[in-house]
């Protein structure tokens, strides 16, 4: 899949391109709502590319509650999964408490990972098809809300130290936000 692909729910654009607004009709409310709930379900049932990405490859959504094809684009986060044996990874990793058991850990790790992380980060839940199209935890590095947000999916010296603390080599990967904490 291209990263110009209209089909895809977000219409992502090169990196090059710049972000701009079509010119389209107004819609109601209730097709604003309509469209935002067939974003939201066309996000969690589409399938992922099946090439690994680099941190430098990752697509560059359109800025959220802009109007692109007639449709409004939703709020979408860039994050890592933070599910328990992600924490439990970040456990091991930063040697949090490793006298406890692992429940124990992942707890813990849950409650220090914010103080491990860079600035702008924060946990939240995402959707997720790995949960049975439910919510999963989520280190939030970036968001289409804002163009400064956006911005900071570029910076890998932060992505990789978020990987770090992590215990990862994955990448983040753009989905919907359910709720912040």
Excluded at 68 to 82: D, E, R
Aim: proline letters at 8%.
């Amino acid at each position: 899949m291209s990263l110009t692909d209209i089909s895809d729910p977000c219409n992502f654009v090169s990196r090059n391109s710049s972000i701009m607004t079509p010119t389209v009709s107004p819609i109601s409310e209730e097709q604003q709502q309509q469209t935002l709930a067939e974003e939201a379900q066309h996000q969690i049932t589409s399938e992922e590319p099946p090439q690994r990405q680099t941190l430098l490859d990752l697509p560059v959504p359109r800025l959220m509650n802009t109007i692109s094809n007639g449709k409004i684009v939703p709020l979408l986060v860039l994050a890592f999964p933070f599910t328990s044996e992600e924490q439990f990874r970040c456990a091991e990793v930063n040697n949090i408490n490793p006298e406890l058991g692992r429940p124990r850990r992942e707890t813990i790790a849950f409650s220090r990972a914010p103080s491990l992380l860079p600035r702008h980060c924060r946990l939240g839940a995402i959707r997720s098809k790995e949960s049975g199209f439910g919510f999963i935890t989520a280190v939030l590095v970036a968001s289409n809300a804002t163009p400064r947000s956006l911005a900071r999916m570029h910076d890998i010296e932060m992505l990789q130290k978020v990987q770090r603390v992590l215990g990862t080599t994955a990448n983040p990967r753009w989905a919907a936000m359910a709720r912040d904490y």
